[in-house]
């Protein structure tokens, strides 16, 4: 196996780095974050760091990168206390991926693709229609990451939209039917597809 020592690691080229390092810790959640100023204007970005932080209360977090320069996600959550998260299918892969594209404030990533925006539940909150999974989360707190400045923000959920194939009796999401994708690295996108599903793990006798 090839192997990078920290010195090594210290003395690759930008991107090498930049693409080794966000894509050794394997595959993570492909997401669409919307979010509108507080004069309306619509955004919208593609994450690849939301994560679940418990389900009673039901809390998730996503990482913002250092503010040292405009985060409109982050302005416009903290102007408003709302956000969306959806998940990307495979269909909507590469209009998604634009959306990592910087436009001033005043342009919606809504307009410079194909993902049509979809309003429900308030007027704060931007969702990506015909997206498979929709959350409407609410800003709850923020931590500053010292070691590098990025940002964990704790969103709570306030209301969730499934389409109704992947929902299965005991409430487990079948992510693989509704064709959402993960992210590998920065900017591959892999399909994954369900392999087994386990019951709940007891010591064996």
């Known amino acids: 196996m090839r192997q990078f020592l920290e010195k090594d690691l210290e003395g690759l080229d930008k991107i090498y780095r930049l693409n080794l390092i966000n894509s050794c810790t394997g595959y993570k959640s492909a997401n669409l974050i919307g979010t509108r100023s507080a004069k309306g204007q619509n955004n919208l970005a593609v994450f690849n760091s939301v994560m679940h932080l418990g389900s009673q209360p039901a809390l998730i977090g996503f ?3 250092p503010l040292t320069v405009p985060r409109h996600t982050y302005s416009n959550l903290k ?4 956000f969306s998260i959806n998940h990307i299918s495979q269909n909507q892969i590469e209009e998604a991926h634009h959306t990592s594209a910087k436009y001033p404030e005043e342009v919606s990533e809504f307009d410079q693709t194909e993902l049509d925006v979809e309003n429900k539940l308030s007027q704060e909150i931007p969702f990506v229609k015909d997206a498979p ?4 989360c609410q800003y709850i707190n ?3 990451i010292e070691e590098n400045d990025t940002i964990l923000i704790v ?3 306030l209301a969730l939209y499934v389409q109704e194939n992947m929902l299965g009796e005991d409430g487990w999401i079948r992510l693989d039917q509704g064709n959402v994708v993960s992210i590998n690295g920065l900017d591959g996108y892999a399909l994954p597809k369900l392999l087994d599903r386990f019951p709940y793990a007891r010591p064996k006798k």
Do not use: F
């Open 63 to 65: 990482i913002l990168r």
């Open 79 to 82: 102007a408003t206390g709302y």
């Open 133 to 136: 999974v929709q959350l409407a």
């Open 142 to 144: 923020e931590y500053l």
């Open 155 to 157: 969103g709570k959920i």
